[in-house]
């Protein structure tokens, strides 16, 4: 049982690049999220989805976009990557919101120079 | 809005020694309470977590807490640590809408 996979595992992005981070759970969870991880700072929220079709913003979504794809899969894009979008990003599933517990990829490292 | 505050950054501690990590939520409104390990190079894993109920919750490894509402409280505790039990830790707070807000972390480093 995978559970949350991410995909890559470290990216090296030039300011101003592109990318899409992966994500996808086996776990058939309604919810997922994505979050970045800062030194000092914690996890922040970038963007949540509560079920297929259905996105919302977290606390810092400037800079990202993000797509449901289907149940299973949560991806996040970088449109114009910026310095300060260097973090570690993790994805995140429940299988509801309310009190249930998330289940975390291994994060993806990403330094944007 | 929801906040947690974890006080203290980085806290050490001998091998076999109690050990607690603090942490404090604000929320107008009831709140549901976890505790999440992070290994190096890893995600997160939930420890433990308080919906309702009884006050003390009980957790993977050894570990518990106890949920406090007057002092809006949710201090983890661990009566021994071991070597392996070095990590980060987060307390995280929600509502149940569809967020799930982390205090910055506390480092815990058991010394042999």
């Known amino acids: 049982n995978a559970g949350v996979t991410q995909t890559p595992k470290f990216q090296v992005l030039k300011t101003g690049q592109s990318m899409t981070l992966q994500c996808a759970q086996d776990?058939?969870?309604?919810?997922m999220y994505w979050y970045r991880q800062d030194p000092g700072m914690g996890l922040r929220l970038i963007y949540y989805?509560?079920?297929?079709?259905?996105?919302d913003k977290g606390e810092v979504p400037n800079g990202y976009n993000v797509s449901r794809l289907n149940k299973r899969e949560f991806s996040l894009r970088l449109e114009s990557a910026a310095p300060s979008q260097t973090s570690v990003y993790f994805c995140?599933?429940?299988?509801?919101?309310?009190?249930?517990?998330?289940?975390f990829g291994q994060g993806t490292r990403l330094t944007v120079v | 809005a929801q906040s947690v505050t974890q006080l203290d950054s980085q806290v050490p501690v001998f091998e076999e020694a109690p050990v607690e990590l603090r942490c404090n939520y604000s929320?107008?409104?009831?709140?549901?309470l976890f505790w999440y390990v992070q290994y190096p190079n890893q995600g997160l894993q939930l420890l433990l977590k308080?919906?309702?109920?009884?006050?003390l919750v009980k957790g993977i490894n050894g570990f518990e807490a106890e949920f406090n509402k007057s002092q809006t409280s949710f201090h983890l505790r661990k009566p021994s640590v071991h070597i392996s039990d070095t990590a980060e830790y987060f307390c995280?707070?929600?509502?149940?809408?569809?967020?799930?807000?982390f205090g910055t972390g506390t480092r815990l480093t058991v010394i042999p």
């Open positions: 308080y919906l309702s109920g009884s006050t």
């Open positions: 995280a707070v929600t509502t149940g809408a569809n967020n799930l807000f």
């Open positions: 995140a599933s429940s299988e509801k919101p309310s009190g249930d517990r998330a289940f």
């Open positions: 929320s107008s409104v009831s709140v549901y």
């Open positions: 776990m058939n969870h309604n919810s």
């Open positions: 989805s509560a079920s297929e079709g259905t996105t």
